[in-house]
């Protein structure tokens, strides 16, 4: 039982210690700030406020109209909103680069062959026709009609 004094001591001295810093806590707790009409209480550790005003010689508090979850709901929405869309983006990004890169490739050498062949085949053939408009004006006596 002795030894059981000095733990209780101990134990007691703890909470006696702990219990003023409690009641500072709650001593700052609320922020009032004068209005027209009345006070406003704001409550530090939740972020309540509340409407205070004077009637009949005794003071009430109405708790305000709190919007913050519904905004908080918003910004969530908001959030994973631009999460999506920044992703989207991301992939339209990447696909219009494989297209470009699609796109940029140069010529291989079958390719190019192909359209000299087309090149020199077409001189030709206007080549032919202009030769063969020569010849017709050149045949052609003047005075003559075609």
């Given at each position: 039982m002795t030894g059981r004094i000095p733990f209780l001591a101990a134990v007691l001295g703890v909470v006696f210690?702990?219990?003023?810093?409690?009641?500072?806590?709650?001593?700052?707790?609320?922020?009032?700030?004068?209005?027209?009409?009345?006070?406003?209480?704001l409550d530090t550790q939740t972020g309540e406020v509340s409407y205070c005003r004077k009637?009949?010689?005794?003071?009430?508090?109405?708790?305000?109209?709190?919007?913050?979850?519904?905004?908080a709901d918003e910004v969530e929405r908001l959030q994973e909103e631009n999460a999506g869309l920044r992703n989207r983006l991301a992939e339209l990004e990447k696909k219009s680069v494989d297209e470009d890169a699609d796109r940029l490739k140069l010529p291989n050498d079958e390719d190019l062959d192909k359209v000299v062949d087309f090149m020199d085949?077409?001189?030709?053939?206007?080549?032919a026709f202009?030769?063969?408009?020569?010849?017709?004006?050149?045949?052609?006596?003047?005075?003559?009609?075609?």
């Open positions: 210690l702990s219990v003023p810093s409690v009641a500072q806590d709650q001593l700052g707790r609320f922020t009032m700030k004068e209005i027209d009409d009345g006070l406003l209480r009637t009949n010689a005794t003071w009430a508090c109405d708790t305000a109209s709190d919007d913050r979850s519904v905004l085949r077409l001189m030709r053939r206007f080549y202009t030769k063969s408009m020569r010849d017709q004006i050149e045949d052609k006596k003047p005075g003559e009609d075609t």
